[in-house]
């Protein structure tokens, strides 16, 4: 168990929809980052929020938002949902920013768009 | 993004050490070296990560070369329990950005 708690850990859902995927930091930890994986693509880098504030982005569609709250716990909304959408999505956190800490990522959240 | 190469698959012998290769030519002196692995139907888990000198830790041993172009990850001693597809990421600016990684089976 790395700590990092992601809910829900399934999700079925249709095209068009928007849904919202949270994420719970390990008690500590400041940085979250959001991941998703399909089968073509690989684990793709989405986001990164530090303490709150948004501080690397990746590949991540303008149909996805996502942020941190004070309570440092993450959600990742995902709108006008395509049926490419359906991957693992998955959440991880690290105590600080910078290259030399190391990321704890969660079980991740499976998302199925019909 | 700084760029890894590492080979799509190997394979090892239950109980007995696996190195796994990675190169990273273009590295700069901030990079360090970090090394997840993921295993089947699970998140991905840290490794171990270094910048300059070898580390060791319970999972497994960090060589690095001289020129930190190539780095080497050690298991002393593969179970079954360690087959997976194992990423070698080069961390510049706190973005783990993931490659397609090596996948290690592991035989019995």
């Known amino acids: 168990d790395s700590g990092v708690t992601q809910t829900p850990k399934h999700l079925i859902t249709a095209t068009g929809q928007r849904v919202t995927l949270r994420c719970s930091p390990r008690?500590?930890?400041?940085?979250v980052y959001w991941y998703q994986q399909s089968l073509d693509q690989g684990l793709q880098f989405l986001i990164q929020?530090?303490?709150?504030?948004?501080?690397a982005k990746g590949n991540i569609l303008e149909r996805f938002s996502a942020q941190q709250f004070p309570d440092l716990h993450s959600e990742l909304n995902l709108s006008s949902l395509e049926l490419g959408d359906s991957a693992l999505y998955f959440c991880?956190?690290?105590?600080?920013?910078?290259?030399?800490?190391?990321?704890?990522f969660g079980q991740g959240t499976r998302l199925t768009v019909v | 993004d700084a760029k890894t190469t590492q080979p799509n698959s190997m394979e090892s012998n239950e109980e007995e050490p696996v190195h796994l290769p990675c190169n990273h030519s273009?590295?700069?002196?901030?990079?360090?070296i970090h090394w997840y692995r993921q295993l089947p139907s699970q998140g991905p888990e840290y490794v171990i990560h270094?910048?300059?000198s070898n580390v060791n830790n319970r999972m497994a041993s960090l060589a690095i070369a001289e020129d930190r172009k190539s780095s080497t990850l050690i298991l002393h001693r593969a179970t079954l329990r360690d087959a997976a597809v194992y990423y070698c990421?080069?961390?510049?600016?706190?973005?783990?950005?993931f490659g397609k990684g090596t996948r290690l089976h592991i035989l019995p």
């Open positions: 991880a956190s690290s105590v600080g920013r910078g290259p030399n800490t190391e990321a704890f």
């Open positions: 008690s500590g930890d400041l940085s």
């Open positions: 929020y530090y303490n709150g504030e948004e501080r």
């Open positions: 273009t590295i700069s002196g901030t990079d360090y």
């Open positions: 270094g910048l300059t």
């Open positions: 990421i080069l961390n510049r600016d706190d973005k783990i950005i």
